[in-house]
């Protein structure tokens, strides 16, 4: 009896002191199956569901179902908020974002009616969490500020320090190191003062920063502490964002081969989570490794795969965001409805007091007519008010659809042209190596088999250097460097593909520093250069040029080949893909400026063209300058 009574209180105070403890969760659930259906078997249902939460999340809302179902039967009002919070806990672990405010709604509004602070800040705080996820910072930081004087009234110092990490955590998405640095640092010394267990989320969190900082050894040290802390709390989160954080390290000391096996162990971690936004992280990591190991193939598949997750999360991200706000926007109607109601209620019993001493009935039939047509127009308002904002949301997701659809023609297109020339060239090698074709057909066949793996291989740089681009934060790209030199550099790189055709490239530029994104440059002009040389005739010249015009660099390439007509050059930068052979008979994508204005208009740059028929054509572009 004395051992029950102390496990019992040991659950109840386990909701409410959420800081790490060794999880023992075999050996409860173990427990929990001899147990009969009464309090202690809820409270250890939800203890177990709060464990696995992020090791096993569909388990965690398997168990909070059954203890909201004991609750229900037993009637324990408490373990009835409780189990509907752990419900809505799990549901936001598992992603379903929308369904957990929900359920989190219902256990505040039984923990305000039941008066239980601990219960009420337990949700409060939670919700703040999910706005976080939903990418609403702000919102989410106005829970977290009013849940941390709601857990100093229930004396929960491990949830204080939790929320200001996690108002620490909303500052370091936004990039805003200062504030997030205050309130980790914050988190830390409450953590410090009150003799807190560590918890690998607010370790990982304080690595990052230090990480972002530059402070490589301290975020090292905060790092080996949280690897330590997940591995006993088995949480595969954490697991999995050390590790990805540990591959980008590496990859900065140049230790490619310990920066492949971490982000690869990074990405296996995710998969066995299941979310979207951890394999969004890990993905993007890992394909960096690859591209600087030199393993193309695999580096493009998993950009692909990050691509599908990064539109993904943005498609539930853009959903979650405007229903939020929707909801958010119908509360504070409701609300203001609420508040005017109330305030509306009591000017009338006040004035049915005088007017029933004069005449009750008629002043009551008139109240009653006013009061019907006022709601009347105020539902008539806010019904208004929903179209429109439905009409926006549909506006929104037909966008998104169209953009979708393009990007799902691209991949396509890119799938044809890569399988294609490699097919062919399979063909050629399997006929070699079965000696069906002799010595002199196979010398025939070497100049086309070169020719169809140039162009898979310049495909592949194009993308690669695109995926590589597209997803850089435009606002940390810029550098000094010499414009001279990265052109002369490329021109060395084709000029024999020019003296081939006999086309000779005239550089006019002088030497020249400038402070600009430098991969967008490259690759920019590549094309333009590929391009010129593609379309210009026997014994013709090129010409390069490069000025700076106030807070632009522009850059042209001007040939002296086929041109094209105004209509023609109108429709090159559209959303049709398609390729026109060059003057000698060269193939290609069609793929190489669309990608280039793309990423010009991502980074805030222009590209344009003048040609005409027959008289040869120049094409420019211009990037921002620091």
């Not at 602070?117 to 703040?128: C, E, F, K, S, T």
């Not at 990982?204 to 802390?229: H, I």
């Amino acid at each position: 009896m004395l051992v029950r009574t102390i496990l019992l209180v040991g659950l109840v105070v386990a909701p409410l002191i959420t800081g790490y403890c060794q999880p023992e969760a075999d050996s409860l659930q173990q427990r929990i199956t001899a147990e009969e259906d009464d309090t202690l078997k809820v409270l250890m249902l939800n203890r177990l569901s709060e464990l696995r939460v992020f090791s096993n999340t569909q388990q965690a809302i398997e168990l909070a179902r059954d203890a909201s179902r004991i609750a229900g039967e037993i009637g324990y009002q408490r373990g009835v908020i409780l189990s509907t919070h752990r419900l809505g806990t799990a549901t936001w672990s598992k992603g379903d974002l929308l369904p957990a405010l929900s359920m989190l709604n219902q256990s505040l509004a039984m923990a305000e009616k039941a008066r239980l602070p601990d219960l009420i800040a337990l949700n409060v705080g939670r919700m703040g969490l999910i706005y976080a996820a939903s990418g609403i910072y702000t919102t989410a930081n106005q829970y977290y500020r009013r849940a941390i004087p709601l857990f100093k009234e229930a004396g929960n110092m491990d949830q204080i320090h939790i929320t200001y990490n996690n108002l620490g955590k909303s500052f370091l998405e936004l990039n805003d190191l200062d504030s997030a640095e205050v309130y980790l640092t914050r988190a830390k010394r409450i953590k410090e003062e009150n003799h807190l267990a560590e918890r690998p989320i607010v370790l990982f969190n304080l690595a990052e920063l230090y990480f972002k900082r530059g402070k490589f050894q301290l975020s090292e040290q905060y790092l080996e502490r949280t690897l330590k802390g997940a591995l006993r709390s088995n949480d595969r989160r954490a697991q999995a964002r050390y590790f990805q954080l540990r591959a980008e390290l590496s990859l900065r000391r140049q230790d490619i081969p310990r920066a492949y096996g971490q982000s690869l162990r990074a990405v296996q971690l995710a998969d066995s989570v299941g979310s979207k936004e951890l394999q969004y992280i890990t993905y993007r990591t890992h394909a960096g490794v690859l591209q600087q190991y030199k393993r193309e193939a695999e580096a493009y598949d998993y950009l692909i795969r990050y691509g599908q997750y990064r539109d993904s999360l943005q498609s539930l991200q853009l959903r979650n965001l405007l229903t939020l706000q929707d909801y958010d926007n119908t509360q504070r109607e409701i609300q203001l409805l609420q508040s005017r109601e109330h305030a509306a209620e009591a000017e009338s019993r006040e004035r049915l007091v005088i007017i029933l001493a004069l005449a009750a009935v008629l002043v009551v039939a008139v109240i009653l007519a006013i009061s019907f047509n006022s709601q009347h127009r105020k539902r008539k308002a806010m019904h208004d008010q929903l179209q429109v904002k439905n009409a926006d949301i549909v506006s929104k997701a037909i966008q998104l659809t169209n953009a979708n659809q393009f990007k799902s023609r691209i991949l396509t297109m890119i799938a044809h042209d890569v399988r294609s020339p490699l097919a062919t060239a399979k063909s050629m090698l399997d006929l070699a190596m079965a000696d069906m074709v002799t010595e002199r057909e196979l010398k025939e066949f070497v100049p086309e088999l070169s020719t169809k793996i140039d162009r898979v291989l310049e495909l592949t740089n194009t993308l690669l250097a695109w995926a590589n681009l597209k997803f850089k934060d435009a606002s940390s790209v810029s550098t000094s460097f010499n414009l001279s030199d990265l052109i002369n550099q490329r021109l060395s790189y084709y000029a024999g593909v020019a003296a081939q055709k006999d086309v000779v490239i005239h550089n006019s530029m002088a030497a020249l520093i400038v402070c600009a994104d430098k991969d967008l440059i490259d690759m920019v002009f590549r094309n333009l250069l590929t391009n010129a040389i593609k379309f210009s005739p026997s014994n013709s010249q090129i010409s390069i040029s490069a000025r700076l015009t106030g807070t632009e660099l522009e850059v042209s390439v001007s040939d002296q080949g086929t041109g094209m007509s105004q209509d023609a050059a109108a429709r090159l930068f559209g959303h049709s893909v398609k390729s026109t052979d060059g003057t000698s008979g060269e193939k290609g994508s069609g793929l190489g400026l669309l990608l280039c204005k793309e990423l010009l208009e991502q980074f805030n740059g222009r590209i344009w063209i003048a040609t005409t028929s027959a008289q040869g054509t120049t094409m420019a572009f211009a990037v921002p300058t620091c």
